[in-house]
């Protein structure tokens, strides 16, 4: 069975991180972040990426999410204000997209600069993400756990049909 999941799109654009720039193996289990989020989902059979601290990071990440802050599962909002992408000015000036770019990690686009970020359960999530979940069958999220000390700075745990991941929410004031 193949998978239909795009996991290199989870991937980082950053070259400097060359290691999170393609989809890590690890223990039966195909990996992918760009830092701020990350999926995981089944790889039977496949090896280990030689160098998988990554991988078994995620693992951990994943994993802790899921197994503390899963409990009121709901679905992302689709009714949001969406992010207006244009070209990279910086690129843009360069004549084409600059891999290691500062300013677009070498995707080429940026955002608009609007007030990023959407108010979903007690935690703010960039725009940008839920986009990205978007691309996912059957997302569910636990948005519920307390913004707190003890939490603020904990992955967001979620499901898809074929998989789970985490994702980092902004900071809040
Ligand atoms: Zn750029």
């Given at each position: ?30 990996y992918?972040t760009?830092g ?11 090896e ?17 999410a899921?197994?503390?802050r899963f ?5 992302p909002?689709?009714d ?11 690129c ?13 990690d ?15 359960g007690?935690?703010r ?22 913004y707190?000390?003890?939490?603020k ?11 789970r ?9």
């Open positions: 069975m193949t998978t239909t999941i795009p996991i290199d799109q989870f991937c980082s654009h950053d070259v400097t991180r060359p290691e999170l720039t393609a989809p890590i193996y690890y223990a039966g289990h195909a992918a760009d701020h989020i990350a999926i995981a989902v089944p790889s039977p059979g496949r280990d990426t030689p160098d998988n601290v990554y991988g078994q990071r995620m693992a951990k990440t994943i994993a802790e899921h197994a503390e409990k009121n599962p709901t679905a909002p689709t949001f204000p969406r992010v207006v992408w244009q070209p990279c000015p910086d843009t000036a360069k004549g084409k997209p600059s891999a290691g770019c500062d300013w677009c070498g995707s080429g686009n940026e955002a608009t600069p609007v007030l990023r970020g959407v108010l979903c007690n935690h999530i960039d725009e940008y993400y839920i986009e990205m979940l978007e691309l996912l069958p059957k997302v569910m999220w636990d948005v519920s756990f307390p707190t000390a003890q939490w700075d904990q992955a967001i745990p979620f499901t898809f049909t074929g998989g991941g985490a994702v980092m929410g902004m900071r809040q004031p």
